[in-house]
């Protein structure tokens, strides 16, 4: 899927999304700073969330986990004082109950099994914690990557890009959670907007292979990849130009 990648490709590619949505993430999730909550952060990357989590709780009180070693030991070099662990959702190595919230920052939708991944992630949070989730906007064409994929289309008639994964329709990622034993889910929409001052500050970063948009990217032969560049160009606003991107965030009750 394109995630054994440096912690720096993935920065320059979403981290400039992924970043600022952790806080607006925390906050639906009801993460507030000084809180006394043993948090995990299920799918960490290179730490995105986690660095959220640390500020406002402290590294005492956060752990993390991904199936990305290259992630694992970015995050640990970023947050030296947090247990972060190579795992997959599907089978979380904490016991039961060990939690009082388990938070899932846009990897729903790439978890091989996703309502397996929620079942997990409630049965490693207590009894009336929280489990939140959240997904990019992609099947409402709403997410960072949005424009990207409506180029594709464009020059590769039939392509579905990434609108089809777990997750990413309205009133999708809630009724996972449901399905998944939480109850009392709620659902929202959150939102972030990321500044552009080039063509090439937006069109670089899916050339390192990350996600599905880079391994598509990074498939074609140079003349395609030549063309393809060429009418993003032309798609794309002049620059500067700002991205607007939304996701769809469900929290639930263990």
């Known amino acids: 899927m394109g995630f054994e990648v440096t912690a720096q490709a993935y920065g320059q590619f979403m981290g400039r999304f992924s970043e600022p949505l952790g806080a607006v993430f925390a906050d639906a999730a009801g993460v507030v700073p000084g809180g006394d909550q043993a948090v995990l952060d299920v799918g960490c990357g290179p730490g995105a969330l986690t660095s959220v989590l640390v500020e406002r709780l402290g590294s005492g009180q956060v752990h993390a986990c991904d199936p990305s070693q290259s992630f694992v030991e970015a995050a640990r070099g970023r947050l030296p004082g947090v247990d972060v662990v190579a ?87 809630g009724e996972l959670l449901r399905e998944a034993g939480l109850a009392d889910v709620r659902e929202s929409s959150l939102a972030v907007t990321t500044r552009f001052d080039s063509f090439e500050d937006w069109w670089e970063p899916y050339t390192f292979g990350v996600g599905p948009a880079g391994a598509y990217v990074t498939a074609l032969d140079d003349g395609r990849r030549e063309a393809l560049r060429a009418l993003a160009q032309q798609r794309l606003p002049a620059a500067p130009f700002e991205v607007h991107a939304e996701a769809w965030c469900a929290v639930g009750t263990a």
């Open 87 to 173: 795992a997959a959702a599907e089978d979380l190595p904490y016991d039961d109950d060990r939690f009082d919230a388990a938070l899932a920052q846009l990897v729903v939708h790439f978890m091989r099994d996703p309502v397996a991944g929620l079942r997990e992630m409630a049965r490693v949070t207590r009894p009336g914690g929280v489990v939140a989730a959240c997904v990019w906007d992609h099947a409402g064409r709403q997410g960072p990557v949005s424009a990207f994929w409506d180029v594709v289309r464009e020059f590769d008639p039939g392509e579905e890009g990434e609108g089809l994964l777990a997750g990413t329709e309205r009133g999708q990622l």
